[in-house]
């Protein structure tokens, strides 16, 4: 699978836009329900004015005057009475009604039941609404883009107030600096108590992890130096010891000794970089030394089922020591242990040198985004992200789809 496809970003789901997605379609359903009300009063006021009609014509029938063209009296409606379906049509729910109304082979009709027989309206060419209809409807339809654009426009006003508070919380916490007095400031200038509590509470766990941080920083770095003792003794004893048994300097438990005792002196002089203010002139081969790291975690690689494929198609140079590349390769390895996922049957990591960047990507287990970014030794991605940024370099992480990648911009 190519970088660009584990790169692809997912469309950001944010509360601003589920509130305006919820208003919107509150406010629409609002307006149609309320243009539907609209048209049943209508009919409903039409119906009361047949009604009237109906009950004129009843006081025709009693003083024996001449009924109009559409109204005729019959003895009963018989089969034209109507049914269930009929009833629930026009909203006909009291049985007890005089009146009612029901169509049949394209005519309408009102009718009033009376003593001296009942009374059938034919109203299907009288009735103003049905005529008007599709003028009504074409207006609807016109007013509906406004009404649409309308109500977007105060989905968008309502969620931009109600949700001023957050926005200030995330302004807080995204721009400004957690122990500046910036960022006091701004806390201080929240009027609404329950966010401002929530703001100050953030603030004090986010100053705490940063504190926890820099004693975990300030350990790693002062074990680095304290390892350059036990690591010059093991040195100095394994040529004393090569030297007066020279048979065992060619074996393989000397070579893998040597070699481990190397590999801890390098990312002991790696970590010493972050307090050094020693400038670094040189520059490294970001090729050669991803391949013998990557050589190096061979053996680990096997046991934890860790394939790697590297996509090294640009031999960029960088302006970093070996020691510390190789510190943040094996800090980013360290990741893919912990939190890594099968594609298959191994964990396949992708190591990719394109666009003077460096990508580590790998499948991640299904957890949340935050333990992501945890490791269970070390500061992990933090330390990263501190040795990046003491060679003037950006280290940024991005979790998409739990597809993990690691990006190392090398301008």
């Given at each position: ?132 209809l599709n003028d009504v409807l074409l207006i609807l339809l016109v007013l509906l883009i406004p009404t649409v654009l309308l109500t977007f426009w105060v989905a968008n006003v309502s969620a931009r107030y109600a ?27 929240l009027k609404e108590q329950d966010v401002k509590h929530i703001a100050l509470e953030l603030q004090q766990a986010l100053q705490q992890k940063a504190e926890l941080l820099s004693q975990q920083e300030l350990f ?100 970093m020591p070996e020691e510390v590349l190789e510190l943040i390769i094996f800090n980013l390895f360290n990741n893919v242990v912990h939190h890594g996922k099968a594609e298959g049957t191994n964990v396949i990591w ?62």
């Amino acid at each position: 699978m190519s970088t660009e496809k584990w790169m692809k970003k997912t469309p950001t789901r944010t509360l601003f836009s589920r509130l305006v997605t919820i208003i919107s379609g509150l406010t629409f359903s609002i307006v149609v329900l309320f243009t539907a009300a609209t048209l049943l009063i209508t009919y409903s006021f039409e119906d009361a004015l047949f009604n009237d009609r109906l009950a004129l014509a009843h006081a025709k029938v009693k003083e024996g005057e001449a009924l109009p063209y559409n109204i005729q009296l019959v003895d009963s409606l018989g089969e034209l009475a109507p049914n269930l379906v009929q009833q629930l049509r026009y909203f006909e729910f009291d049985q007890s009604s005089e009146f009612g109304e029901f169509s049949v082979e394209q005519r309408h009709y009102h009718y009033l039941t009376t003593a001296q027989g009942t009374l059938l309206y034919d109203t299907t060419d009288v009735s103003v609404v049905d005529k008007a209809l599709n003028d009504v409807l074409l207006i609807l339809l016109v007013l509906l883009i406004p009404t649409v654009l309308l109500t977007f426009w105060v989905a968008n006003v309502s969620a931009r107030y109600a949700l001023k508070p957050f926005s200030q919380l995330s302004h807080i916490f995204t721009h400004a600096e957690y122990s500046s007095q910036q960022g006091n400031e701004l806390i201080e200038e929240l009027k609404e108590q329950d966010v401002k509590h929530i703001a100050l509470e953030l603030q004090q766990a986010l100053q705490q992890k940063a504190e926890l941080l820099s004693q975990q920083e300030l350990f790693n770095q002062g074990m680095a130096h304290e390892l350059r003792t036990p690591l010059q003794v093991m040195k100095n004893s394994v040529e004393l010891l090569t030297a007066s048994y020279p048979d065992l300097a060619g074996t393989g438990a000397i070579q893998r000794l040597e070699k481990s005792m190397s590999r801890m002196n390098r990312l002991s002089s790696g970590l010493l970089w972050l307090t050094s203010e020693q400038p670094f002139s040189g520059t490294t081969n970001v090729t050669k030394t991803i391949k013998q790291a990557i050589l190096q975690l061979g053996d680990v690689c096997k046991v934890h089922g860790i394939s790697t494929e590297l996509r090294l198609d640009n031999n960029y140079d960088v302006a970093m020591p070996e020691e510390v590349l190789e510190l943040i390769i094996f800090n980013l390895f360290n990741n893919v242990v912990h939190h890594g996922k099968a594609e298959g049957t191994n964990v396949i990591w992708h190591v990719e040198a394109k666009n003077k960047r460096l990508v580590f990507s790998n499948l991640a287990a299904e957890q949340p985004e935050y333990q992501l970014q945890e490791q269970h030794f070390g500061v992990g991605l933090a330390l990263v992200s501190r040795l990046t940024k003491r060679f003037s370099l950006v280290a940024s992480y991005q979790t998409n789809q739990n597809k993990f990648s690691a990006i190392i911009s090398l301008v």
